[in-house]
């Protein structure tokens, strides 16, 4: 069986939050399937995330995790309602019976396996640095600097952990992180190289560029669902059957560009 493992890999997710307040729905659209749909199921995303998960000009939910989740809900013969959410009320809506799974960049860590357990892998991270073009400044030289992360986020862990000296700024949402960025208030970004690739090509990111090389921290990630939950079981092998017969590398070629093959 064939995995994708990309080379400019994907998103990041993070720490496990602290925030136990569970935040409405920002908007939300149904997986439709056929008539012989055997189980409900509502997955939970965070919807700031381009282009994993975001919201386009009508307000719908779209991105490569959207569609894999539709993917995965029609191979499970599942009806599956997408709705976004706040990140920090994700696993505690989760483990309240509010969602049934999550899907939103969120990286497998040792922190949340004690609170949520994860399918299989359906992504691998790696981290960027971006400052302004022609600034030589690598990730080795951020002591003094502002950072601009979002909050909870294995960005924002890494700092804390492997660059104490540094300034972090760390924002609720990835869109607010760009927005000090170019305003001036943060020198740098660390975050995930695939959106951050992706944010580097609108007007906004033109005057920027990735510093150094990407930062490979053993990254990967999965769906959350609660501890225990069969439903770990039905995503794996609808994931392992979307691999399979060509549908995941179908939705990966839909959304990326730098993708190697990898057993």
């Known amino acids: 069986m064939k995995a994708i493992q990309f080379t400019t890999a994907l998103l990041a997710a993070a720490v496990l939050a602290a925030c136990s307040n569970d935040q409405p729905a920002q908007s939300q659209t149904a ?9 409900d199921i509502i ?13 386009d000009n009508q307000g ?13 809900c029609e191979q499970m ?7 976004s959410q706040d990140w920090d009320s994700l696993i505690p809506s989760l483990n ?12 497998i860590t040792e922190e949340r396996l004690n609170a949520v357990d994860f399918s299989e892998p359906y992504f691998d991270n790696t981290l960027v640095l971006i400052g302004k073009k022609g600034d030589p400044t690598t990730i080795d030289g951020v002591q003094g600097k502002t950072v601009a992360t979002q909050q909870a986020t294995v960005s924002a862990e890494y700092l804390a952990k492997n660059h104490p000296g540094a300034i972090v700024k760390t924002y609720d949402k990835q869109d607010n992180a760009y927005l ?3 305003a001036g208030r943060a020198d740098y970004m660390l975050s995930d190289v695939v959106p951050v690739s992706d944010w580097l090509k609108t007007d906004a990111g033109a005057n920027y ?11 990967k990630v999965g769906i959350a669902v609660r501890k225990g939950d069969a439903l770990k079981a039905d995503f794996d092998a609808a994931l392992a ?5 060509g549908k995941y590398d179908e939705i990966v070629g839909k959304y990326f560009d730098a993708q190697a093959v990898a057993q």
């Open 77 to 83: 013969q599942a009806n599956c309602t997408i709705v």
């Open 241 to 245: 059957s979307l691999k399979t017969n």
């Open 96 to 107: 309240a019976n509010k969602s049934d799974a999550i899907m939103a960049g969120m990286s």
């Open 60 to 72: 719908n939910l779209v991105g490569f995790e959207i569609d894999l989740a539709n993917a995965l």
């Open 31 to 39: 997986a439709s399937t056929d008539s012989g749909a055997t189980k």
């Open 209 to 219: 560029e990735i510093k150094g090389t990407p930062i490979d921290i053993g990254d």
């Open 43 to 55: 997955i939970a995303t965070e919807s700031s995330f381009k282009p994993f998960s975001y919201l």
């Open 180 to 182: 000090d960025l170019t």
